[in-house]
C-alpha cells in the first residue's frame, strides 16, 4: 500500500472507521466531484471541514446530535489536527495524517420538517410555551442566554441571575430590547436589533449567533405553521445573513445559515413536529434537556432564541385567525 510521506502506517492498518449517520448536506458535499478540502477547526467533539470552494462539514462523535451538515463518526478526532488535508477516495474520507472513515454503510440523515400549515390552536400553542419557558428556567444551568427566559415569564425577579460572563450580561441586555418588537411580530425591527448580537460571545459559535439562528429557525416554523396568518411581518432575511458573514466567523455563519433557513441539529426538529402537532401530551421537559445538551451552551442560547421567535402567537393569540 502506498503511503504518505510521515505518516504512521498503524493508522491505516485494517478497517477505517465508519461513519454511522451523515446529514443531507454534509453527504451532498462529500459526493461533489473532486471533493477536497482540510481541516479548519478540531476538537474531541467535533472537527469542521472546509472545502475548497468553501463549503463546511463536521465530522462529530457517534453520540452527538445529527445535523444536517456532520456525519458522526467513531473515528477518534482528538487525532485530528488543523490544517490538515482530507480528500475522498475508494469510498474513504482520508486526512493527511493517515486517518480515514469510511461511507460505503453510512445512512444519509434528513431534518423533519414541517409538513404543511397546522389546525394546532395558538391558545394550546401558549400553553406549550408556558411549559417551555418553565421549564427552561427549572433546569437552567451556566453561563448562557437561557438567563434571559424569566424575562419572558415575569419571572426575573425571581431567578437569582448569577452571570460570571460580561459578554452574556451584554447579550441579555441585548435580548431584552427585543422583547417588545418580537411580541408585535415587527420583524423588520427585530433583525435590525438582533444584527447587534451577532459575533457576540465565546466560541466557534457566539452566543449571539445562537440566539438569533434560534429565533430564526422559529420563525420559518411559524411561517410554515401559519402560512396565511401574517404573525411575523416585514424584515429582510437575506440581509441579516449578508451582515453576519463580515460580523462572526467562517463556521457559525454558515450554521446560522442553516437555521434561517429552517434546518438544525435534530433535537430542534423533534420539539417544533411536537410542538406544532395535536399529539398530547407535550413532553416540554425532555425537549427542554435535549435541545440545551447541544454544544457547551449552544443548546440554551436557541432554545432561548426559539422562545422569543413564538412571541406573535403568544402575543396576539387571542387575535389570530387562521
Request: with cysteine.
Amino acid at each position: 500500500m502506498s503511503m504518505l510521506p510521515g505518516v504512521d502506517t498503524d493508522l491505516r492498518v485494517g478497517r477505517c472507521p465508519a461513519i454511522d449517520l451523515i446529514g443531507a448536506k454534509a453527504n451532498r458535499i462529500l459526493s461533489a466531484p473532486g471533493f477536497s478540502g482540510e481541516v479548519i477547526s478540531a476538537g474531541s467533539r467535533a472537527a469542521y471541514i472546509e472545502t475548497a470552494d468553501g463549503e463546511i462539514l463536521a465530522a462529530c462523535r457517534p453520540d452527538q446530535y445529527p445535523h444536517p451538515r456532520s456525519f458522526l463518526t467513531d473515528l477518534d478526532l482528538a487525532g485530528l489536527e488543523i490544517g490538515l488535508s482530507v480528500w475522498f477516495e475508494a469510498s474513504e474520507l482520508r486526512f493527511g495524517s493517515g486517518a480515514c472513515v469510511g461511507l460505503a454503510e453510512s445512512q444519509v440523515w434528513n431534518p423533519s420538517l414541517l409538513q404543511g400549515s397546522t389546525s394546532l390552536s395558538p391558545a394550546v400553542l401558549r400553553t406549550r410555551w408556558d411549559d417551555l419557558a418553565q421549564a427552561s428556567i427549572a433546569f437552567h444551568e451556566g453561563d448562557n442566554l437561557g438567563l434571559a427566559v424569566p424575562l419572558l415569564a415575569n419571572r426575573f425577579d425571581a431567578l437569582e441571575m448569577n452571570c460570571n460572563s460580561p459578554l452574556v450580561a451584554a447579550g441579555i441586555a441585548q435580548v431584552e430590547k427585543l422583547i417588545p418588537h418580537c411580541r408585535r411580530g415587527d420583524l423588520s425591527r427585530t433583525l435590525t436589533m438582533a444584527e447587534d448580537l451577532i459575533g457576540l460571545g465565546h466560541g466557534l459559535t457566539p452566543s449571539g449567533d445562537d440566539f438569533v439562528g434560534g429565533l430564526m429557525f422559529m420563525y420559518r416554523q411559524i411561517e410554515a405553521a401559519y402560512p396565511t396568518s401574517g404573525l411575523w411581518k416585514g424584515g429582510d432575511v437575506p440581509a441579516l445573513l449578508k451582515s453576519s458573514k463580515r460580523m462572526t466567523s467562517r463556521i457559525s455563519h454558515t450554521l446560522l445559515a442553516d437555521l434561517l433557513e429552517g434546518q438544525s441539529h435534530a433535537p430542534l426538529h423533534d420539539l417544533v413536529n411536537d410542538l406544532f402537532s395535536d399529539r398530547r401530551p407535550f413532553a416540554a421537559e425532555g425537549h427542554v434537556r435535549s435541545v440545551s445538551s447541544i454544544g457547551h451552551g449552544s443548546g440554551w442560547d436557541m432554545l432561548t432564541g426559539m422562545l422569543f421567535g413564538l412571541l406573535p402567537v403568544i402575543g396576539r393569540h387571542e387575535g389570530y385567525r387562521g
